[in-house]
């Protein structure tokens, strides 16, 4: 059985979320926002700041609850589940990986098995500490398992907070913004790896080139409404492109790989 079996749930549900709306006061995060991330893909969520998209995340994630719509897991409705049970479900990798308390990395990573735990069992009856092994293996931390958290860079937290993520063995995963804190090289492996664990996976990213790299669908944000939804070539159009990050752009064959890539030919000049 490999890390990833290992690591994972088998199952990879669609995650929907119909007629979502988030309001604050008067103003609308969200809209009337329509998503389906389709079960073992990885679905980019894109678009300027504050577009909505981390308040999407959060309530894909069930920790948010919107003031109209829903969120359904498979068939089930997210913030029907229990908190133990969502936990075990949907597993959200936030922005700003920071903890007050100096754990070590495998303690850290070990807070991912609290939703597998029996009530008022104790750490030593919890059967999941191969799994911690496994995921700090999986995400290139084994070395580092005995540092203690504020000894780590920014990298290395990002990395320390997935696989902590996924000692949960989740169904759906939700990344915000997971490379803001990854040199490149680091951003390609982070986002390699989350592709290869064919968990439904929903990425919030502003790197158009990553997503186009690294995503099967997207769903473009603005000021809190969808703009788009479906297979990147077919959504990150030049009119799309223009219109949502006012910039003259398009999507053009790589020159060396079987995919396409993003060619930027300017900004679009504002109007008086």
């Avoid at 850290?108 to 911690?132: E, F, I, K, T, Y």
């Avoid at 504020?150 to 320390?160: C, D, F, I, K, V």
């Avoid at 809190?224 to 219109?243: D, F, I, Q």
Wanted: proline content about 4%; hydrophobic content about 40%.
């Amino acid at each position: 059985m490999t890390h990833r079996e290992r690591c994972v749930h088998g199952a990879t549900p669609d995650l929907v979320a119909d007629g979502v709306t988030v309001r604050l006061g008067d103003r609308a995060l969200l809209d009337d926002v329509h998503v389906h991330a389709r079960g073992g893909r990885v679905t980019g969520l894109l678009g300027p700041n504050g577009s909505g998209k981390t308040t999407l995340l959060h309530v894909l994630a069930g920790i948010r609850k919107p003031n109209r719509g829903t969120v359904l897991v498979g068939d089930v409705a997210v913030r029907s589940l229990s908190h133990r049970r969502r936990a075990r479900t949907i597993a959200l990798v936030e922005q700003h990986a920071a903890t007050t308390t100096d754990l070590t990395v495998r303690q850290v990573v070990a807070l991912g098995r609290l939703p597998h735990r029996r009530m008022l069992a104790g750490p030593g009856s919890d059967a999941g500490a191969a799994v911690v092994d496994d995921v700090l293996d999986l995400v290139g931390l084994t070395d580092l398992a005995d540092r203690g958290w504020t000894t780590l860079s920014g990298g290395e937290r990002q990395r320390a907070h997935l696989a902590r993520t996924l000692a949960q063995q989740p169904e759906v995963l939700l990344l915000d913004e997971p490379t803001n804190h990854l040199d490149l090289g680091q951003q390609l492996r982070f986002l390699a790896l989350a592709r290869e664990l064919g968990l439904t996976t929903v990425a919030a990213l502003h790197d158009l080139e990553l997503a186009t790299a690294f995503c099967d669908d997207v769903v473009v944000l603005d000021a809190g409404r969808v703009r788009g939804h479906g297979p990147v070539g077919a959504t990150l159009t030049a009119p799309l492109l223009r219109e949502v990050y006012r910039v003259e752009a398009s999507l053009d064959p790589h020159p060396r790989l079987d995919r396409d890539h993003l060619v930027w030919d300017g900004h679009v000049e504002e109007t008086a």
